[in-house]
């Protein structure tokens, strides 16, 4: 079951941004949680920030950054 729901066609997806974004749609993501979508810039970084309008216990850092380490040793260390 965990699998199923792991899938993309498992997600619920937005019909205004589907509408507005067309075929780009997965490069702006749209969601409710604490946290919403900042940037991406590929291969070097994307980045989220609080939501100011989420209803629930906020997230700590205001804003966060997740790079990827491309080398294997530099990610086991």
Excluded: C
């Excluded at 937005?14 to 509408?19: E, T």
């Excluded at 490069?27 to 989220?48: C, E, K, L, M, R």
């Amino acid at each position: 079951m965990l699998e199923l729901l792991a899938k993309e066609s498992s997600s619920i997806n937005s019909p205004a941004a589907v509408a507005k974004y067309g075929r780009a749609y997965g490069h702006h993501p749209v969601g409710t949680g604490p946290y919403i979508f900042d940037s991406w810039i590929p291969n070097d970084q994307a980045v989220i920030e609080k939501n100011t309008l989420f209803h629930g216990v906020g997230g700590k850092p205001s804003k966060i950054v997740f790079r990827p380490v491309r080398e294997d040793s530099s990610r086991v260390i």
